[in-house]
């Protein structure tokens, strides 16, 4: 009887696990929520890390997976309004064309045309294929062997907006001259944006190039490990997100840091990747913040999920980094996907290279969420900080499994 009632939990179990989808046919499932967000002057002081899974006003926490959707857009809007700026939705007119191994996506909108353009790697054989979408590079600043057997796309983020220092833009980008308005946003949600027109013109073009649209991935490291990052939050259609040294404004969450030595935070960030709002508002008071960025890491949820840090490299925060992944962590677990959610912190290599161990757990990951190889071992939490207290910062949240 024994044996019958475990095989019976574990085929319930199997059963749940595969109704957990591990990517979405639309950019934004929570397009249709209705938000509605306190005023600056209403927001409480939060010490810890805020709950993901208390609604903004405060009313209560989610009781069902279900739920997740609309909390999650109001993570979303708390993050447009407080650090990035309002990521525009899908224009109208979008076309695609791909010749002689170049991807060109054409936007129009508000009287203006953007063009993307991508030298894509093809695989050979008979698709469809996965495809890795790498920040400035086909493969990011990982291993292009790491993604063999998979359409490799570089995107070029100065074609949307070019990488500024000390809150210096080019208001001459193609992003902010089709969206004027959008001037003092940070160059976060025009990448991000930018990386969602891309997705949409592989849609566009899937048959012929051979896109398996379930199975696309973003990769950046540093800078571009951020880029990456606010990309599979923002998006549905990537089923992995791999951010590797993403630092502070990355996974690093921002009250944490404030703890820390010389680490990247809210006084000292680039202020061209991010509205000055966030400095205006929270620099000194990071309680008042509503949210934090486990909470940015939680929007990949429950798609897949790795970063990759350097221990020993200060600036990166990656004891941060750490504590946020693993609060971040509790929103996999609540939504019945804690195998699709990884990190490794090794460090004693270069900035932005891996060591063996990281290359091997990016490789489970590809293998296991790109490729579809459902026997791969994904539980993968390599770090030094056994020493680090992380739920002390998040003790006291509450949800329906707790």
Known sequence: ???????????????????????????????????????????????????????????????????????????????????????????????????????????????????????????????????????????????????????????????????????????????????????GVGDYVAWAWGISRLIDGLELVKDEMGVNMQRIGVTGCSYAGKMALFAGAFDERIALTIAQESGGGGTASWRVSETLGNVEKISNTNYSWFMPGLKNLFDGQVEKLPYDHHELIAMIAPRAFLALGNDGWTWMADESGYIACMAAYEVWKFLGAEDRFGFDFTGGHQHCRTAESQAAAVKSFVDRFLRGNEEVKTEIFTHPYSDVDHKKWYSNWSSCEQ
């Open 1 to 183: 009887m024994r044996s019958l009632v475990v095989v019976s939990a574990l085929l319930i179990s199997s059963i749940i696990r595969a109704e957990v989808p591990l990517v979405y046919d639309v950019e934004n499932t929570g397009a249709g929520c209705g938000v509605s967000l306190p005023d600056y002057d209403e927001l409480p002081s939060i010490v810890g890390l805020p709950n993901p899974f208390e609604w903004s006003d405060g009313r209560g926490v989610i009781s069902t997976a279900e739920e997740w959707t609309c909390r999650r857009a109001e993570i979303k809007a708390e993050i447009e309004r407080y650090e990035i700026g309002l990521k525009p939705s899908r224009p109208a007119n979008i076309e695609a064309v791909f010749d002689d191994g170049i991807l060109t996506v054409t936007v129009k909108e508000n009287g203006k045309t953007l063009v993307l353009s991508s030298e894509i790697t093809l695989p050979e054989g008979e698709g469809p294929f996965p495809v890795i979408i790498g920040m400035n590079r086909a493969s990011g600043s990982l291993d292009a062997s790491l993604f063999e057997g998979i359409i490799q796309i570089p995107f070029m983020h100065n074609q949307i907006a070019s990488y500024g220092m000390n809150g210096q833009k080019d208001l001459e980008a193609q992003f902010y001259l089709m969206y004027p308005e959008l001037a």
